[in-house]
């Protein structure tokens, strides 16, 4: 059985999650307007990643014998000035992310709730991939600069992400 604060916990992260699949989705948006496809690719699949992240959450919660609560999610601020302005935010949100998983780990530890702790040790290993990707993608911006040329380029390598 979950403790109150462990539960109201988890509930907080789920609405996190989805409002990361919201964020992305958003940002996939306006670069399909941009237009460059294959970065709206990634960001669509990042953002029903970050749907499945929650449902991880939602279904832990009742797994554990808590209550999903669905809260509102914020709108995310649109749109953005650049490529480069999209993945610093990304690469920022998932850190900020990890630091959400941390605070979450430690009070689960504080808690004696081991099933929990042991749950959230999936979501400390994927933060590493989260921030490692976005990073990579800031970097990869940055050397092309906003160049439309070889932006284009790079639009055609995350296009490709299955
Ligand atoms: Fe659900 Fe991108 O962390």
Redesign the pocket.
Known sequence: MLKKSVEDALNKQLN??FY?SYLYLAMSAYFESYPMKGFAKWLRL?AK??MA??MKFYDYIIEAGGTPKLTAIDAPKTPWKSAQAVFEQVYE??QK?TGL?YALMELSIKEKDHATTNFLGW?VK??VE?EANASEILAQIKIVGDIPGHLFWLDHQLGKRE
Request: net charge negative.
């Open positions: 996190a999650e990361s990042q990643e970050e992240h929650g949100h998932e992310v998983i979501f994927e933060q989260e």
